[in-house]
């Protein structure tokens, strides 16, 4: 019976999303925009295809691989159990027919025209297909394979999570896909320069990428996007390109060894399997159990789906074994018979269990594992032995306890620095140190003062949530009010931006830039200790979660030259400069006077003052980060004054980087704003109450600062100081008497003439522009890309 699928995927409407370019080989400007939109497509996809599942962690007991009696159990060298099935009545339901295609040899067991290599409890294994595309020494496409799979809609199979989308070469971007039913997209890039980059069984983009998939997906298409320069500059090495999915235990990259293998296509389809997972029922286990269609037999129990596809699995009870789709369902387990069973003595085996006991004429639990059985003694005196066992006891518990109490401090002290050493705080000692400083100007705080602060981390308590973690206001005994930043988790990768962070910020003393008072180092995650800064951050004013009225034109220039002073000091005026490598809205804080604090500085890089730029593996947000420093690695200064330029422009719009709910011209608001001010349309752009309140030179003189810090070449934007001292220009030109004699007056004609022309403002004004936040499936969260110059 060949498998009933109720969508017929069209090819065409799928390559009809993402176009592949006629032209491979794209120059340097048109690759960061090509990038640009690669990452703003995965952005806007991937936030709908994550999703978690919670439940109780459960003990599986191997199911007996059985078929129904009188049915064909081989076929092949694949061993078919029920509910799977070979004729009629052998199988549960009409998706778990099973056809043995003997035109091949040995015969290929196939569900429709799915090719199955092996059953197990919950899963099977199906062949693979590897997408490939080749490339001449000229970088002419002398190869090009896409790969569609697809599983039918309503049946109970859906591709396993414990598969993993994998590209492998040196010079690509490839896509993965599901636009039908979960609406998904995932991605990869892979890139490299020569071979020595390429490091054998490391998939983290150099070479090689992987990335995971979202459960219950049934359909998936992927292929090689694009090549950005057409394998012309490593052909030498890496000729092919290949992408896949598969079980992700089942492939590990050989490097070079890979891209040089002419049969790599088939020598990994034939060596990494697809798994399949299969539910029963598509019913729950209540729902089937109230209908009366519950599958599961005598001695099983019925255990809810969790791959995203409605249906059921029935499992044997502990100690018990065998088919529990099959009457008589699952048999009992003789745990007697098992040489490992825990009896010294005595063995009797009970329904599901068993127990221990001893021999006539023997004293004991019967345990190996406790007392035995030993030879009872009658001439022993009951009161003697009775005496004996209660002051033996009696000491023991003493003893016990004592001991008890002494072990719990001993592996409190160790466990305590165990989280010191593994949060990094020989590395802080030693940074500190080496940076002419001091450990103890870092305050150490005990975990019991912020559980304290904190009301132990409750709901009410927390200011923030993002990829790094949760931010809780906290108030110390001295009744000081803090900031608690608590990480999510810490492994080794994060170690150095934590230490990172607190380094800058104790070596970096100004008075807008949020002050660290401290951390706590004896946690399972470190925690930071900062200054409450109470009026949240610039990018809540800007679109519509804080407060508006106070966000006048003197106020906007006030807060971007006070930034722009701050990042110009980490520039060019600290001992060691500081380049902070994540500027945007959302880092720029609001005290109580509503004066600029700048944060986060995890990301931040220490540049020695001979060097101009840092290698280093590319962080940022999108929609802010530098598309030279994207392509290049090479981080300088002026990444900051890009990221600032995306600042000021949102100062100025009052929109988002990037938005999915503006046109498809406007959804960049970087490109969007340049674009505007070559076509003499700034005025169209900005936000009403910036035309009003601002002279028409100021904003064309702002307008024109904002297209140089957004300049795509590094070398031609303005550094962040004189950015600074262009901004403090302008609020001198706001705060002359003679400047704002006729402000009004000419803003007023110019709105009148804008309304006479084209309309602009015939609507009213809304102050918060409707969008909506941009996420991704390659580890953006909360704006950082970690820690890879990949993106997946």
């Not at 990335?211 to 394998?231: C, E, F, N, R």
Request: overall charge negative; some cysteine.
């Amino acid at each position: 019976m060949q498998i009933k699928t109720k969508i017929q995927v069209d090819y065409d409407n799928i390559i009809s999303r993402f176009p592949l370019p006629k032209h491979h080989r794209i120059s340097t400007t048109m690759s960061y925009i090509v990038l640009h939109l690669f990452l703003f497509v995965l952005a806007i996809t991937q936030s709908a295809s994550q999703s978690t599942t919670s439940g109780d962690v459960i003990t599986i007991t191997k199911a007996a691989n059985v078929a129904k009696p009188g049915c064909q159990t081989q076929c092949g060298n694949v061993t078919i159990p029920y509910p799977f099935g070979i004729g009629p009545g052998c199988f549960l339901s009409e998706w778990f027919e099973i056809t043995c295609n003997t035109s091949f040899n040995p015969p290929r067991t196939q569900i429709g025209r799915i090719h199955i290599l092996e059953f197990t409890d919950y899963t099977f294994r199906i062949a693979n297909r590897v997408s490939s595309r080749c490339y001449d020494p000229l970088g002419n496409i002398t190869e090009d394979n896409s790969v569609f799979r697809s599983l039918a809609e309503t049946s109970p199979f859906s591709f396993s999570q414990k598969n993993q989308f994998t590209l492998i070469g040196c010079d690509d971007i490839a896509i993965f896909l599901d636009s039908l039913v979960t609406n998904f997209t995932g991605g990869c890039i892979a890139l490299c320069s020569i071979p020595d980059q390429v490091v054998n069984g490391s998939c983290s983009g150099v070479g090689c990428c992987q990335t995971s998939i979202p459960k219950a997906l049934k359909y998936y298409y992927t292929t090689i996007l694009i090549s950005v320069d057409g394998h012309t500059k490593i052909w030498s090495f890496n000729r092919c390109s290949y992408t896949f999915l598969g079980e992700q235990d089942r492939f590990t990259f050989n490097g070079v060894s890979d891209f040089m293998d002419p049969d790599f296509r088939n020598r990994t389809s034939a060596s990494v399997p697809v798994l399949v997972d299969w539910v029963v029922g598509n019913l729950s286990c209540s729902e089937a159990r109230n209908v009366g269609v519950l599958a599961c037999q005598a001695n099983s129990r019925c255990v809810d789906s969790d791959t995203g596809v409605p249906g059921y699995r029935c499992i044997c009870n502990d100690g018990y074994q065998g088919q529990p789709y099959l009457e008589p369902g699952c048999q009992d387990i003789n745990e007697c018979e098992d040489p490992n069973n825990l009896c010294d003595g005595v063995c009797t085996n009970t329904l599901g269990n068993y127990t221990c006991s001893c021999k006539h004429g023997y004293v004991g639990d019967g345990l190996k594992n406790g007392r035995g059985c030993t030879k009872e003694k009658s001439e022993f005196p009951v009161i003697k032995f009775s005496l004996g066992m209660g002051f033996g006891f009696l000491g023991i518990l003493v003893g016990t306890t004592w001991l008890y109490f002494v072990f719990k401090k001993r592996n409190l002290v160790k466990l305590r620095r165990k989280f010191f050493q593994q949060n990094g705080g020989l590395l802080l000692k030693q940074r500190i140190t080496t940076n002419d400083g001091n450990v103890d100007s870092t305050k150490l705080f005990t975990a019991q003062e912020l559980e304290n602060a904190t009301n132990n981390y409750a709901e009410d308590m927390i200011l923030g949530r993002g990829g790094y973690g949760t931010v809780y206001k906290g108030i110390l005994t001295d009744q000081r009010v803090v900031a608690i930043k608590k990480s999510r988790v810490m492994d080794e990768t994060q170690i150095e931006f934590f230490i990172n962070e607190v380094i800058i910020l104790t070596k970096v003393h100004h008075r807008n830039v949020v002050k660290l008072l401290g951390c706590c180092l004896e946690t399972e995650v470190p925690l930071l200790v900062y200054e409450y800064v109470p009026n949240g951050t610039l990018d809540d004013h800007i679109h519509g979660k804080g407060s508006m009225n106070w966000l006048s034109w003197d106020d906007r220039l006030r807060v971007a030259a006070e930034a722009a002073g701050t990042f110009s000091y980490l520039h060019s005026a600290t001992s060691t400069p500081v380049i902070h490598r994540d500027v945007k809205s959302a880092n720029i804080l609001l005290d109580d006077n509503y004066t600029t604090k700048i944060a986060d500085f995890g990301a931040s890089r220490l540049v020695p003052i001979d060097q101009t730029q840092v290698s280093t593996l590319v962080q940022g947000t999108l929609g802010y980060l530098d598309p030279e420093y994207f392509h290049t690695s090479q981080l300088t200064e002026k990444s900051d004054v890009y990221s600032f330029g995306v600042v000021l422009a949102e100062l100025l719009t009052g929109q988002k980087p990037l938005s999915m709910e503006r046109t498809e011209e406007e959804r960049n608001l970087a490109i969007y704003f340049v674009t505007s001010l070559k076509e003499n349309r700034l005025f169209q752009i900005l936000e009403s109450r910036v035309v009003r309140e601002g002279s028409l030179e100021q904003l064309q003189q702002i307008g024109e600062l904002v297209k140089r810090c957004l300049n795509l070449i590094g070398d031609e934007r303005p550094t962040m100081k004189e950015v600074a001292t262009e901004l403090e220009g302008l609020r001198k030109f706001t705060q002359h008497p003679w400047t704002s004699q006729n402000v009004d007056e000419e803003n007023a004609n110019l709105l009148n003439k804008e309304n006479e022309e084209t309309d602009l403002y015939a609507e009213s004004i809304n102050p918060y522009p409707s969008t909506r936040e941009m996420s991704s499936a390659f580890s953006i969260d909360n704006g950082l890309l970690y820690p890879s110059n990949i993106l997946r």
